[in-house]
Every structure is written in structure tokens, then in C-alpha cells.
């Protein structure tokens, strides 16, 4: 039979275990969100946005419905390192994806492509509205102050491409179409949109 001291040691035992479950899957969770996130702007991080890309565009293929994509890059982001330091640069990063995310929809996917550079998915959305909410993002960003360390940084800008998912187009493709459109638009002198090319020259 069951002393006192075996019961208590069950007991303890069995706490210290469920102690351990608890524990481990909140290192799971934990380690789910940071594949999913980017750590500095809790935007979608490259991985999940190119997963959720690949998921929009098979929607789009069936379905026969409007996607979008915005790629948006922050002007002379070097200099602001340069002239303010990384922390001022981490500061801008943030906002900016605090903007980009407060004027999008719920059913927008939003997330961090690179250093500077965001992707804008825009599912169920013609490119004519794309566009709209390009300049819009693009206006609001303009009217940003951001403090950091005590100094408030001057006006940051940024430009856009966009480019709308066709039928034929692998995601290799949509994303060098909508790229193109950023590469001109910062030819272009910057804190510009432009459409990329369509793939039907």
C-alpha cells in the first residue's frame, strides 16, 4: 500500500511533469510565432509571406480572383543609419511598419521581405484600388515623424511597385514584376508608385 511519503512524492512528481508539459509548449508556441514573425516590426516575416503568397495565388488561379502585390522600400535608408545610427534605423523600420499595417484590411497580409523592404499581399483586390492604397501608404509615411533617442528624425519617404497576379505567372515572376515597378519607381526620384510590367508584352 501507498505511504504518506510515496503519495507525496506522486504528487510532486506528477506536478513537476505537467510543470515541464507547460513549459514545452509554450517554447513551442513561442518558437511558432518567431518563425511566423519578424522580431523587429511583428509583421509576417519573409517565410510566412512567401507561404501565404503561394497560398493567394492557387486562391486566385480556382477562384478567378483579383490579387495584388505592393512591394515598398524606404528611401535613402542608409543614410538614416549613417546620419542617426541603427537604433534610429530600427525606430523607422517599426513605424513604418506600424503604418502600413494600420491603413491595410484584416484580410491584407502585410510582412517584412527584406532589410528596408515590405511585401503588401491584396487579396480580392484590382490593381486600379491597389494603386489608390499605394499612394495612400505612401502619403501617409511622408506625414511620419519618427522620435528616437531624443532626436526627431526629418521626413522618410517611401516607394512602391505593384504589379497584379496573372493567371500564367509563377511567384518567381509576380515578385520580379512587382519589383521592377519599385526599381523604377525609385529612378523615378523616389516616394513614388509605379505598376510593374505586365508579363503579356
Known sequence: YLTFD???????????????LKETERLQ????HMAMYDALTETLSRR?????????MQRSKRHNRKLTLLMADIDLFKRVNDTYGHIAGDAVIREIAKTLKSNTRRSD??????GEEFLILLPETPIGKALLL???????????????????LGQVTISLG???????SSLEQFIDRVDQGLYLAKEGGRNKVVRGPSLKK
Open 6 to 20: 510515496h503519495l507525496t512524492k506522486s504528487v510532486i512528481s506528477a506536478n513537476e511533469k505537467w510543470k515541464l
Open 29 to 32: 508556441a513561442e518558437l511558432a
Open 48 to 56: 510566412a509571406l512567401l507561404e501565404q503568397l503561394e497560398i493567394e
Open 109 to 114: 497580409y502585410v510582412g517584412r521581405y527584406g
Open 134 to 152: 499605394a499612394n495612400k501608404l505612401r502619403e501617409q509615411t511622408a506625414l511620419l515623424r519618427v522620435h528616437s533617442e531624443k532626436i526627431t
Open 162 to 168: 505593384a504589379a497584379a497576379f496573372e493567371k500564367d
